[in-house]
């Protein structure tokens, strides 16, 4: 069975603060997804990784997909309020399947 | 629109009822899927559809639950003789298929409670 390990699985940061939240598993991954998603929202896609050892910015993330394809983590750069919500990371298998196996779930708390 | 819409957005129902829940994919998504969500967990993968391949139906978790796809538009999820533990999010996602299969564009879900 593939599992999604993130952690930690609550952050609590005041505005400014630089945070990573980092997703593992001892499976390999075709690719992996980020998501935020946002209380009485569905998720909301903010990158894919697909090559092992990538890195991807968006404005003030940054995520890495490790070079095993098996973690990824996602820094965040003076964290803002608008930053609160539930990050989630998803992995994707191999082959035909369209199934993603998603984390638990880091929620994050920006306090001004 | 041009998102994903699901509908009811809440559905209050008694144990042992039947419920039916819609989702409307993007247009042009040929990929459609359905996740459950509990309270403050990750998304549970239920069933994936793609195009006029049979569904993969493996993350359904008994044989309550079942889903219908109309071509490549409108879904829904019948869940029958509900139970309590069926209270949760249940959320609709659409992609193209191929290689952007694995980005997947969420709806904003439908909240049931089974009291």
């Known amino acids: 069975t593939q599992l999604l390990e993130q952690s930690p699985q609550f952050l609590s940061i005041q505005e400014g603060e630089n945070l990573t939240v980092y997703c593992n598993s001892s499976s390999v991954f075709s690719s992996l997804q980020w998501y935020r998603q946002e209380p009485g929202e569905g998720p909301v896609l903010l990158v894919t990784v697909v090559t092992g050892g990538e890195v991807k910015k968006l404005k003030r993330l940054t995520f890495q997909f490790g070079d095993a394809r098996k973690d990824s983590s996602l820094h965040i750069t003076a964290a803002q309020p608008g930053d609160t919500g539930l990050y989630l990371c998803?992995?994707?298998?191999?082959?035909?399947?369209?199934?993603?196996?998603f984390g638990q779930g880091t929620t994050l708390q920006v306090k001004p | 629109g041009a998102g994903v819409s699901q509908s009811p957005s809440n559905k209050v129902t008694e144990k042992g009822k039947d419920v039916e829940l819609r989702c409307d994919p993007i247009?042009?998504?040929?990929?459609l899927y359905w996740y459950r969500q509990r309270l403050g967990q990750g998304l549970e993968f239920l069933i994936y559809f793609q195009g006029n391949s049979a569904p993969d139906k493996s993350g359904l978790p008994s044989d309550r639950f079942s889903a219908e796809r109309t071509g490549e538009s409108v879904s829904t999820l019948t869940i029958q003789r509900t139970q309590q533990e069926d209270s949760a999010v249940y959320l609709c996602?659409?992609?193209?298929?191929?290689?952007?299969?694995?980005?997947?564009?969420f709806g904003p879900g439908t909240r049931l409670l089974v009291l």
């Open positions: 996602a659409s992609s193209l298929g191929g290689a952007q299969r694995k980005s997947q564009y």
């Open positions: 998803a992995g994707a298998g191999w082959g035909n399947t369209g199934k993603l196996i």
């Open positions: 247009s042009g998504h040929t990929a």
